[in-house]
């Protein structure tokens, strides 16, 4: 485990370059350059969990992105075991605990000259003693849910739950994951606000495709949804 570090997911993607092993995991008690999905940034204060695991699972670079699926599974059964409400996950890669963001999770992976996936970093954050104070944003920590914990009881836990849901979707593809994920979904079948990259739309939330695109019924029919934002009504929004 390292003191500090500019990001765990940027040690692991050179590790990964110079040919280290799947199962290399990089923890940092401090990240100076954390961030989440598009660049943002990820408040690193110590007594939070930070750590990245360099997978090496093969296939192609849409199988690989179910990995964020298995992740969200891992954290939210990580929290699971040690808060009294239910974790919910909210697409593409938030854990919530009462509507807050408590973990959220960052893939990165690189290619192989065929196109296929040379190797996956996996990244997940975790507020466990504290949480980022953001105006308009809801967040928590394991601490403000009641569960008065340390980093290392919590990354046991993670790595736990990880080594079964990776197995599974190893051996059974992403159809259990699937279920699992949309059993425990924020939101399914109540409305909700898209936001990609050039509009935003409202609708149902209705659905997980089984390729891991979310499915949200509006108007005008069903859309899928590869990438962008979700937001759930008359809520505090979850830092991205």
């Not at 408590?102 to 990244?123: C, F, N, P, Q, T």
Request: net charge negative; with cysteine; aromatic share 8%.
């Amino acid at each position: 485990m390292l003191e500090r570090c500019g990001s765990t997911n940027d040690i692991v993607k050179d590790m990964a370059r110079a040919g280290a092993p799947e199962g290399t995991l990089v923890r940092a008690v401090r990240q100076e350059a954390g961030r989440g999905r598009r660049g943002r940034s990820w408040t690193s204060e110590p007594g939070n969990l930070y750590c990245t695991l360099l997978l090496r699972p093969g296939g192609t670079p849409q199988r690989a992105a179910e990995l964020s699926f298995v992740t969200a599974l891992a954290a939210g059964e990580a929290v699971d075991g040690l808060v009294a409400a239910a974790p919910k996950l909210k697409w593409p890669n938030d854990v919530l605990v009462g509507g807050a963001k408590i973990a959220g999770i960052l893939l990165e992976s690189e290619a192989e000259a065929d196109g296929g996936v040379a190797w996956v970093a996996v990244g997940m954050g975790m507020n466990v003693r504290h949480h980022p104070d953001t105006p308009g944003y809801a967040t928590t920590s394991l601490l403000a849910q009641g569960a008065d914990v340390e980093p290392d009881l919590v990354m046991a836990a993670y790595a736990r739950a990880f080594d079964r849901w990776y197995r599974r979707w190893q051996d059974y593809g992403f159809a259990p994951v699937r279920a699992a994920w949309l059993n425990a979904a924020q939101g399914v079948g109540g409305p909700v606000t898209v936001r990609l990259h050039d509009r935003a739309f409202e609708g149902r939330l209705a659905d997980l495709d089984a390729d891991g695109a979310l499915l949200v019924e509006t108007a005008g029919g069903t859309v899928k949804v590869t990438a962008g934002d979700v937001f759930f009504p008359h809520a505090l929004q979850p830092i991205a």
